[in-house]
């Protein structure tokens, strides 16, 4: 039966070593050395580096996306209160990550790249089933109106994800915040709501 704190204890040095190295260069070997394991244990739990740093980046996003999970059942809050609520718990965890695990220091560009397509992929897939559930049910009570919540809720995230990363197509605040006001305005339109009840997403 897999050990919970060896498998932790991998992620964690993996996380220590993307600090300083990137990854083509950090070896099994290395990970094992720092999270004071052998080398043999690591492909008890891991297939390869890659299965690694995707759990690695899963992780990371275990707090929002339980967070999402309990939003989605909290049917007295308003949907558009809880969808608010959601997109800050994972700017907040996705903030967190590149701060501890510093990502952004990677010295090649590709590699960056390729670490925040997993983080939009994670937050996307993760959050998608519980915001659409949170549209459906503002759909069930008249609050939103809207024919097609899972496109709906992709579409935001896709947006959201995208432009508070801040990554894959870096503007400046300014520019960050035109879009979301203009995602703002649409989702007034698309949902029924008048103009300027949504202005509090601002604040994501």
Do not use: W
Not at 3 to 26: G, H, M, P
Not at 53 to 58: D, M, N, P
Not at 70 to 78: E, I, P
Not at 117 to 126: A, C, D, E, R, S
């Amino acid at each position: 039966m897999p050990n919970q704190t060896k498998y932790n204890k991998i992620l964690d040095a993996l996380q220590e070593l993307l600090s300083d190295k990137n990854i083509q260069t950090i070896s099994v070997s290395e990970i094992a050395q720092t999270a004071g394991i052998g080398k043999g244990s690591i492909y008890y739990y891991f297939p390869s580096k890659d299965a690694m740093l995707e759990a690695l980046v899963k992780r990371c996003y275990e707090k929002p996306l339980e967070t999402a999970k309990n939003l989605s059942k909290q049917t007295d809050v308003s949907p558009f209160t809880r969808m608010a609520m959601m997109f800050q718990a994972c700017r907040t965890s996705s903030s967190e990550f590149l701060k501890e695990g510093t990502p952004a220091n990677l010295t090649s560009a590709q590699e960056q790249a390729f670490l925040h397509q997993k983080y939009l992929n994670h937050l996307i897939v993760g959050l998608k089933p519980e915001l659409t559930e949170i549209i459906r049910q503002g759909i069930e009570k008249g609050e939103i109106s809207f024919d097609y919540p899972e496109a709906l809720a992709e579409i935001v995230l896709i947006v959201l994800t995208v432009k508070l990363d801040n990554t894959l197509v870096p503007s400046s605040q300014e520019g960050i915040e035109e879009t979301i006001r203009g995602l703002i305005s649409l989702l007034e339109k698309g949902t029924g709501n008048p103009a300027g009840s949504l202005n509090f997403l601002m604040s994501l």
